[in-house]
């Protein structure tokens, strides 16, 4: 896992708690169930302490978080500038 979003599509800081609502303010919406790895998908992983929202890339990424046995709360969004919020480069 290594790209993750911290600010939204106009440079703004998100939220620390509250990612999945800043980035659904931002343009992103909810994925459908049951989630399949697709273009811009966002992963939001909520700990103990912050949320951490990491761009899924790729099919092998999406299995990272995808993983049954992580039992921390997940939102799954898709937003069409995942990959420029991350600062993914091909």
């Given amino acids: 896992m ?3 979003i911290d600010t939204d599509s106009k440079g703004k800081a998100l939220d620390s708690q509250k990612k999945a609502q800043g980035l659904i303010d931002d343009g992103a ?3 459908e169930k049951p989630v399949k790895f697709q273009e811009n998908l966002i992963c939001v992983v909520k700990t103990a302490s ?3 929202a990491g761009y899924c890339f790729s099919e092998n990424e999406f299995e ?3 993983d049954p046995n992580d039992y921390r709360p997940r ?3 898709i937003h069409p500038d995942a ?3 991350a600062g993914y480069k091909d």
């Fill in 29 to 31: 919406t909810i994925a």
């Fill in 75 to 77: 939102t799954w969004l």
């Fill in 83 to 85: 990959k420029k919020l």
């Fill in 64 to 66: 990272v978080f995808n």
């Fill in 50 to 52: 912050f949320d951490a």
């Fill in 2 to 4: 290594g790209y993750y």
